[in-house]
């Protein structure tokens, strides 16, 4: 089956993948006046008196946006905000599918953050919740930070949706070969949304007492590894991931970081790394090579070049790392606790769920499909739960 054929013929015979089914019927004059005039006036003098009774008389606790600029769509590029709408309401059918979320796409041609910031503090009334999607660095920083104190949580899914499944596979990749989180040298390429929300995760670990942060974390980009004082290519976003990583002041290219480093993640370009590279890696070495459709390495040869687990971001082959597992229960859990932002003990409080839904994790099982039962709702669960707890304390 040619796979970019069916889907393009499903999106024609479909005229997309969305639509609006109504809560309420509308047969006569009664429900008329019930669902419109006059009835609605008193559910909108109740908001009026009382705003947070959105949540109780509007699709608010249901609702949730996922805007995009279409500066990044997928693997593609920048491709505009007309198509990156295919992918804007596939990410409202998992939502739909994997935690009842109602998801509304909302693509917008400008690509200035000042724009989509403006855009998206002023639509967020409808909304339980904001996912911001396909937006490039540095600009998705930028966007992320100064949307955290609109009263609803807004997440980047590409960054942190990415760092919690990678976490999770960790997690249980270490018990696979015998290490621990506080001795791990984690080397990734990698130096955009993806890699900078890893590395932020990684070495924050001790916030509320889940995990260490890992021993050493060194970022590597286009450029070279990233340390303190290098001039080329570092906007601001880099300038800080340099002082709190690469702590020895490494300098050189990818293959200089991976010497004895335990674990390579991959989220840049395909076939960045080699079976020799990974030779130079410590014993039990983990690899997660996610760039798709090609990753970084293809999994074949990072074992033979001694690769103890090796995970990438393609569904044929094993230990899938995809954000899938995460996002869904990720803001169900955020909306239905009615947080107002995610925050870093939500996302460690997911990863713990996801690698809790692997009893037994193995060289090919180190993170669980997310076809399996219950795994949206643990998460979700999880989230809600670490949420009430810090609102509460």
Known sequence: MDVYAESLRLHEANRGKLGVVSK???????????AYSPGVAEPCRAIAKNPGDVYK?????????VLSDGSKVLGLGRLGADAAIPVMEG???????????????????????????????????????INLEDITAPGCFEVEDALQDIGIPVMHDDQHGTAIVILAALMNSVKVVGKTFSELSVVISGAGAAGVAVANLLQCLGQGNLCVPVKDVIVCDTSGLIFDGREENM?????????????RKLKGALADALKGAD????????NVLTASMVRTMAKGAIVFALANPTPEIMPDEAKAGGAAVVATGRSDF?????????????FRGAIDAKAKRITNEMKFAAALALSGCVKNPSVDCVIPSPFESGVHKRVADAVRQAAEKSSSG
């Open 235 to 247: 906007e601001p976003y880099k300038v800080a991931l340099a002082k709190r990583t690469n702590k």
């Open 91 to 129: 990410k409202c059918v998992l939502f739909k599918a994997f935690a009842g979320l109602d998801g509304w796409p909302i693509c917008v041609r400008s690509q200035e953050p000042g724009d989509i910031i403006m855009i998206a503090k002023n639509i967020a009334p409808v909304f339980g919740a």
């Open 24 to 34: 309420v019927s509308i047969k006569d004059k009664n429900d008329l006046a019930l």
């Open 263 to 270: 674990v390579f993640i991959g989220v840049s370009a395909p």
């Open 57 to 65: 008389y509007t699709l608010k606790a249901n609702s949730i946006c």
């Open 318 to 330: 094993p230990n899938q790392v995809n954000n899938v597992l995460a996002f869904p229960g990720v």
